[in-house]
C-alpha cells in the first residue's frame, strides 16, 4: 500500500492549498481515509476524514468550516481543500488510511494502518 501526498507549500495567511493523497495497491472504496498534520513540538493532530463509501466526512474544530476533503473513487485520491489559512495551520501534513467504516472522532484521535509521507505546509506572511 502506497500514500503519496502532495500539493504543499507556502502561502500567506488568508490564503488557500489544495493537498492531494493518491492511494495505491488499496480498496479504495469501504474506507476510511483522513489528513493527519504535525507542528514541530506539538502533538499529531487528525483534522479531517472521510468514508470512501457515501462521503461523509469529519472535522476537527480547529479547522471546521475551513478545510474541506473530499474523494475521487474513480482515480483513488483524496484532497484536502484548505481555505483561510492561519499561521497555526502550518504543519507537515499526512494522508493516513485503513479499511472500513470508522466514527470521525474514533479515527482522528486513532493510528490508521497505512500512512504517506507529508507534505509540508507553510503559512507566514
Known amino acids: 500500500v502506497q500514500l503519496q501526498a502532495s500539493g504543499g507549500g507556502s502561502v500567506q495567511p488568508g490564503g488557500s492549498l489544495r493537498l492531494s493523497c493518491i492511494i495505491s495497491?488499496?480498496?479504495?472504496?469501504?474506507?476510511?481515509i483522513a489528513w493527519f498534520r504535525q507542528a514541530p513540538g506539538k502533538e499529531r493532530e487528525g483534522v479531517a476524514c472521510?468514508?470512501?463509501?457515501?462521503?461523509?466526512?469529519y472535522y476537527s474544530g480547529s479547522v471546521k468550516g475551513r478545510f474541506t476533503i473530499s474523494n475521487d473513487v474513480a482515480n483513488n485520491t483524496i484532497y484536502l481543500l484548505m481555505n483561510s489559512l492561519k499561521p497555526e495551520d502550518a504543519a507537515v501534513y499526512y494522508c493516513?488510511?485503513?479499511?472500513?467504516?470508522?466514527?470521525?472522532?474514533?479515527?482522528?484521535?486513532?493510528?490508521?494502518?497505512?500512512w504517506g509521507r507529508g507534505t509540508q505546509v507553510t503559512v507566514s506572511s
Open positions: 495497491g488499496f480498496t479504495f472504496a469501504d474506507s476510511t
Open positions: 493516513a488510511a485503513d479499511l472500513g467504516y470508522y466514527s470521525g472522532s474514533y479515527f482522528l484521535t486513532g493510528t490508521p494502518r497505512y
Open positions: 472521510i468514508d470512501t463509501n457515501d462521503g461523509i466526512s
